[in-house]
């Protein structure tokens, strides 16, 4: 297997996808002749031409109206928000038509279109390009919000929502797009919207990330056992909507605590969700309350104090050892 990029698994992706079905289209601000600000749709324009592979003008209500009306007549587009921060302009078009539409039509109708969406810090960006809003999107009925955190899960992933019946808003960490490579097979490989993955097992405490995130995550868990003996089992969600909280609260029945990590801001984020359902499901199982390390209820600092914003492995650590000492 080539050991690739998520960049180049993304691309992948859309390829092959694009090769098995002609109804799949490509469309976004300069997604055609330049590939891409980040380069994911590279090469598409060359090898299926214009009239699937679309630059479009510079407006994002009309990149997501367009989408919603070639799949309500019989395409899969796959949209490209430049950066996430400029997907707010297509809220409307997301909200009161894409997600509303099969229900408004009692079945009638489905929209089989990705909302992809550069997402995330640690890029030293403007703050419209760097935030993390993915709470929005998994807030509003009828969209489904996936978020993929290294190569080989984004490439499956990317795949199940272009072949989903419904729409998929599809939120790609921009610090991982290069940070490092997966083993990725040529060969088709899907990974189910609305399942989370086990990637570390642990018997002391649950840490639950998902994204960008899960790196540092990672990192702590591997400190943590290496330092303090202390074996932390490891969730990628890599869904938010639906949510799996099968896996998570099995976990937590096992080891008793958790800890609960993502870059978007703390208050009314999906880590609140998460914690909601542990109470639901796992409260006489806890030994201890459940952590949140989240970014903060701010406005995502520029570059020089990014840092400090973002989750990193030592306040993860902190978190684990008040967790495990209360």
């Not at 997301?94 to 890029?123: D, I, K, N, T």
């Not at 701010?298 to 020089?304: D, G, K, M």
Request: charged share 25%.
């Amino acid at each position: 297997m080539a050991k690739m990029t998520m960049v180049q698994a993304l691309n992948m992706a859309l390829a092959q996808e694009m090769e098995k079905d002609d109804r799949v289209v490509v469309l976004g601000e300069d997604v055609g002749v330049d590939g891409g600000v980040f380069r994911v749709t590279d090469g598409l324009i060359d090898r299926f031409g214009g009239e699937r592979v679309m630059d479009t003008p510079l407006a994002e209500s009309g990149i997501a109206g367009f989408s919603i009306g070639l799949a309500l007549y019989g395409l899969r587009p796959v949209c490209e928000m430049q950066f996430s921060g400029f997907s707010y302009y297509a809220m409307h078009q997301m909200e009161a038509h894409a997600a509303r539409l099969r229900w408004r039509s009692q079945g009638r109708f489905h929209v089989p279109m990705v909302l992809r969406c550069p997402y995330g810090g640690g890029v030293r960006a403007l703050e419209h390009h760097s935030e993390s809003r993915e709470a929005y999107w998994a807030h509003t009925p009828g969209l489904k919000m996936v978020i993929p955190s290294g190569p080989r899960n984004a490439r499956a992933l990317l795949v199940s929502a272009i072949r989903d019946p419904d729409p998929v808003v599809f939120y790609e960490p921009k610090a991982v797009y290069r940070a490092f490579r997966e083993e990725v097979p040529e060969e088709e490989e899907v990974f189910p919207i609305g399942r989370s993955q086990l990637v570390r097992g642990g018997k002391d405490v649950t840490l639950i990330s998902y994204g960008a995130t899960l790196r540092p995550t990672l990192e702590a868990a591997q400190t943590l056992h290496d330092r303090y003996g202390i074996e932390a089992e490891v969730i990628d969600l890599l869904t938010i909507s639906p949510l799996d909280d099968e896996l998570f609260s099995g976990s937590v029945r096992k080891t008793g605590r958790a800890v609960v990590v993502h870059e978007a801001p703390r208050s009314f984020g999906p880590g609140a969700e998460v914690v909601s359902r542990l109470v639901e499901k796992a409260f006489l199982y806890l030994e201890a309350p459940v952590k949140r390390v989240t970014g903060f209820d701010i406005v995502i600092p520029l570059y020089q104090r990014e840092q400090e914003y973002l989750p990193h492995a030592d306040r993860i650590m902190k978190a684990v050892r008040e967790t495990l000492d209360f």
